[in-house]
């Protein structure tokens, strides 16, 4: 909103006003709006969930730590959505496909979470939503997010390739800004196909419709069920790594300001050029989104660190993760997903091998085996003897070295 009023601004020559013609700048004011948003008015909601005894209620399973955190107050994950939406509503241009599609995707799976967590809290039912139905609310944002990205006129990518490539369907020569003008050996071509990033491969573009034979005109029927899946893996996966105090939002951090890079590099047609990445336009209004995501996650820490103060809960846990899931989505790094997300990804695994061994080897040999002391693995290390606030200290140091794996990837090929 401030975006249109500092435009009609700057056409007067008010000084500053063209300030906000900078994502930089307007990058920057998200960051700080939503740690202010987060730290300042947390307090308040925290204040509020108390009162309304709005309180985590805790299984005992054994752990150090946990029956202490009876009755910290939940659903805090209201903090991180206010604290992403506000200043993306205040700094970014409102019109943007990308925009639009990231506060879908937030709201969508905010509401999903807050079901969820309302039924255990006011219901007193521990179970919450029903699996099935989170399910179906997470497909449902999948169609949106993959529908809107498949058939918008808006979303487009331009690609660099051979001075002699012959154009195929739904392609044309675009203009480019080249970092080194004198070189007539490439071109850009603008697509709107659904291309995506192959890591640590040269000219890495791979187009899903391609898996139907190339010259296929249904492409969406791969590319949907793709953004589903992903979108629900990712959730779930930030869902389940939400188990210690900091965990999940010190991690979603870490991947956020990954993917601010990503998104910055890949909008930026000089840094695309360079490093000979898909260039997206008008996927820089996405850097001040993941902007305001970080300062939530890294301002919602200044309660949920240990020992926390308030929980995500259900709430902030799937948002983060499909809102991770649908920007990586949104600037073709979706393949980078295991890597960026790996901290997640080990969490997920390291339950689907317990579950699966434990009913192996119940059917096997007569009682059911487990390869964990606990899973998520988290637990596991807990278990063990390790101090919670250790281990979430590991993981974001985990994250960290991820994070610029995938970074790393840009020039790694």
């Keep these: 909103?401030?975006?249109?009023?500092?435009?009609?601004?700057?056409?007067?020559?008010?000084?500053?006003?063209?300030?906000?013609?900078?994502?930089?700048?307007?990058?920057?004011?998200?960051?700080?709006?939503?740690?202010?948003?987060?730290?300042?008015?947390?307090?308040?909601?925290?204040?509020?969930?108390?009162?309304?005894?709005?309180?985590?209620?805790?299984?005992?399973?054994?752990?150090?730590?946990?029956?202490e955190k009876t009755g910290t107050p939940t659903m805090g994950g209201l903090i991180i959505l206010g604290a992403i939406l506000i200043p993306t509503l205040l700094f970014a241009r409102l019109e943007n496909v990308y925009v639009i599609t990231m506060i879908i995707a937030t709201v969508w799976l905010g509401m999903i979470g807050f079901i969820d967590d309302y039924i255990k809290v006011f219901k007193k039912n521990?179970?919450?939503?029903?699996?099935?139905?989170?399910?179906v609310g997470q497909i449902g944002v999948g169609l949106i997010v993959g529908s809107v990205l498949y058939f918008s006129d808006d979303v487009v990518v331009h690609k660099?390739?051979?001075?002699?490539?012959?154009?195929?369907?739904?392609?044309?020569?675009?203009?480019?800004?080249?970092?080194?003008?004198?070189?007539?050996?490439?071109?850009?071509?603008?697509?709107?196909?659904?291309?995506?990033?192959?890591?640590?491969?040269?000219?890495?573009?791979?187009?899903?419709?391609?898996?139907?034979?190339?010259?296929?005109?249904y492409g969406w029927l791969i590319f949907i069920p793709i953004v589903i899946?992903?979108?629900?893996?990712?959730?779930?996966?930030?869902?389940?790594?939400?188990?210690?105090?900091?965990l999940a939002t010190g991690t979603s951090a870490i991947?956020?300001?990954?993917?601010?890079?990503?998104?910055?590099?890949?909008?930026?047609?000089?840094?695309?050029?360079?490093?000979?990445?898909?260039?997206?336009?008008?996927?820089?209004?996405?850097?001040?989104?993941?902007?305001?995501?970080?300062?939530?996650?890294?301002?919602f820490l200044w309660y949920n660190s240990y020992p926390a103060?308030?929980?995500?809960?259900?709430?902030?846990?799937l948002a983060i993760g499909g809102i991770i899931a649908v920007f990586a989505i949104s600037i073709r790094k979706e393949l980078l997903i295991p890597v960026l997300c790996g901290v997640f990804l080990i969490e997920n695994i390291?339950?689907?091998?317990?579950?699966?061994?434990?009913?192996?080897?119940?059917?096997?040999?007569?009682?059911?085996?487990?390869?964990?002391?606990?899973?998520?693995?988290?637990?596991?290390?807990?278990?063990s003897g390790l101090h919670e606030a250790k281990i979430v200290a590991r993981f974001w140091i985990l994250a960290v070295l991820l994070a610029v794996v995938t970074i790393v990837t840009l020039k790694v090929r």
């Excluded at 898909?278 to 970080?294: D, K, Q, T």
């Design 309 to 317: 103060q308030v929980f995500m809960g259900d709430t902030g846990s």
């Design 229 to 246: 899946f992903i979108v629900i893996a990712v959730s779930n996966g930030a869902n389940m790594t939400d188990g210690l105090d900091g």
């Design 1 to 67: 909103m401030l975006y249109y009023l500092f435009e009609l601004l700057d056409n007067y020559n008010v000084p500053g006003a063209g300030l906000f013609g900078y994502i930089s700048f307007r990058s920057a004011l998200a960051l700080i709006a939503s740690l202010i948003i987060s730290i300042v008015f947390g307090k308040r909601i925290i204040a509020r969930l108390q009162k309304q005894q709005i309180g985590e209620t805790v299984r005992d399973l054994g752990l150090a730590g946990q029956i």
């Design 126 to 135: 521990k179970e919450g939503l029903k699996g099935k139905f989170k399910v």
């Design 350 to 383: 390291s339950v689907m091998l317990q579950v699966g061994y434990f009913k192996y080897s119940r059917k096997k040999y007569g009682e059911g085996r487990r390869i964990f002391k606990m899973a998520p693995l988290h637990h596991h290390y807990q278990k």
């Design 160 to 217: 660099r390739v051979a001075s002699d490539y012959s154009l195929k369907e739904g392609e044309k020569n675009v203009s480019h800004q080249h970092t080194s003008s004198g070189d007539k050996s490439f071109k850009w071509v603008e697509t709107d196909e659904m291309t995506t990033t192959i890591p640590f491969v040269k000219d890495n573009e791979f187009n899903y419709k391609w898996l139907l034979g190339g010259s296929s005109s």
């Design 255 to 299: 991947v956020g300001i990954a993917l601010a890079i990503l998104a910055y590099v890949s909008s930026h047609v000089r840094f695309s050029d360079y490093l000979n990445v898909m260039y997206i336009p008008f996927a820089e209004e996405l850097v001040i989104f993941i902007s305001a995501f970080v300062g939530a996650c890294i301002g």
